[in-house]
């Protein structure tokens, strides 16, 4: 696996987890907290990994560019900050996130695409995506006119959709995309790392 250095690693660590009742940031898989997951991951893909939304203590860091709570507004802050031409963007809560998955996406980046992102079941995989600076006026418009749906970038920008049979091959039960946000969601992850 060669580090890329073309492209940097962004997590949304904005959400405080209240559906889940406890900060997600600091819950623990195998006795590691989800942030150390996360960062140690994409450390192994990207020179410059940092988080984005608030604080973490010993890690590179960006407090969100607005005072409103939205994933929009994290992959604004995170393009703003970004020194390369694309982000790969994700979501703190996404433990089981497989590097062959990031790397089907960089090998993807076309300079005719704005959003390089899986397409499973019907939906885009906003949190496991590569974002083009060259968006970031359609990010702003957006946020401005109070539109804070992710996916209404997809509608505006030239995406380049990963299907749903080349993530398979990788990733045969889409473990890449279980996120937690509920108690329920933390014991059923809990229950497949442990099997």
Avoid: W
Wanted: net charge positive; with cysteine.
């Amino acid at each position: 696996m060669v580090k890329t250095d073309n492209i940097c690693g962004a997590i949304l660590v904005g959400g405080k987890g209240r559906r889940l009742g406890t900060d997600k940031i600091f819950v623990e898989i195998k006795g590691k907290p989800l942030f150390k997951i996360m960062y140690e991951k994409l450390s192994k893909i990207f020179s410059n990994v940092y988080f984005i939304g608030r604080e973490i203590k010993n890690h590179p860091f960006y407090l969100d560019e607005m005072d409103k709570k939205a994933a929009i507004i994290g992959i604004y802050t995170a393009l703003k900050k970004a020194d390369t031409d694309y982000c790969f963007i994700t979501a703190v809560d996404l433990p089981l996130l497989k590097l062959e998955l990031i790397e089907l996406l960089i090998r993807n980046i076309n300079p005719e695409y704005d959003i390089i992102v899986p397409f499973i079941k019907g939906f885009f995989e906003p949190m496991v995506a590569i974002y083009s600076k060259k968006i970031l006026d359609i990010v702003e418009k957006n946020i401005k006119g109070n539109n804070l749906k992710i996916n209404s970038l997809f509608n505006e920008s030239k995406v380049l959709k990963i299907e749903e049979n080349a993530v398979q091959k990788i990733d045969p039960f889409f473990d890449s995309f279980i996120n937690i946000n509920r108690a329920e969601d933390l014991k059923n992850l809990l229950e497949k790392v442990e099997k």
